[in-house]
T-cell receptor, first 109, second 118 residues
């Protein structure tokens, strides 16, 4: 059965901390791994990863994909309260997206 | 373009009632997706359409759920009869292709309909 598993399910940190969110996948004919940030509305796109070992960065956020070990991580450095959200990862296999259940991040002042 | 538009934003209904959720995709997008999000199961794909034709409805949980796309600018997701376990946020998304596009997906997902069945 195709699936995506995220960990941890929830995380509480203080501003300035660095966090690492994990996403493992088992998806037939895997093509791409996507990360989304969801606040009190629809998910917003962060990264799409297709190649293994190539880090993508956007400000304090970065992500990398390991297609051999079937996982991806999302790093957030110097966290801010505005980073509080649910972070979703999704695996795409030319047919459909498979979403994980998300990691709920709470950044305290 | 205003993006994907869903209505209503919130719906509270009694068990047994019929519920209809509506979606207007982005003009020119040939693919439309219906997702359901719950705390327990995360974001699940229910059904998707290509050029108004249902392609994969394997995620539709039961016969109580049905979806239609009568034209390129409108889709509905209907639950009849509704049950408390149907309570969730239902997202509609549209895309010019079936796969991911590396753009800001505020233009990809609608704002969702929060359904509460009591």
């Amino acid at each position: 059965e195709d699936k995506v598993v995220q960990s941890p399910l929830s995380l509480v940190v203080h501003e300035g901390d660095t966090v690492t969110l994990n996403c493992s996948y088992e998806v037939t004919n895997f093509r791409s791994l996507l990360w989304y940030k969801q606040e009190k509305k629809a998910p917003t796109f962060l990264f799409m990863l297709t190649s293994s070992g190539i880090e993508k960065k956007s400000g304090r956020l970065s992500s990398i994909l390991d297609k051999k070990e079937l996982f991806s991580i999302l790093n957030i450095t110097a966290t801010q309260t505005g980073d509080s959200a649910i972070y979703l990862c999704a695996a795409y296999n030319f047919n459909k997206f498979y979403f994980g259940s998300g990691t709920k991040l709470n950044v305290k002042p | 373009d205003a993006g994907v538009i869903q209505s209503p934003r919130h719906e509270v209904t009694e068990m047994g009632q019929e519920v209809t959720l509506r979606c207007k995709p982005i003009s020119g997008h040939d693919y439309l997706f219906w997702y359901r999000q719950t705390m327990m199961r995360g974001l699940e794909l229910l059904i998707y359409f290509n050029n108004n034709v249902p392609i994969d409805d394997s995620g539709m949980p039961e016969d109580r759920f049905s979806a239609k796309m009568p034209n390129a600018s409108f889709s509905t997701l209907k639950i009849q009869p509704s049950e408390p376990r149907d309570s969730a946020v239902y997202f509609c998304a549209s895309s010019p292709q079936p796969g991911p596009i590396e753009v800001n997906t505020e233009a990809f997902f609608g704002q969702g309909t929060r359904l509460t069945v009591v």
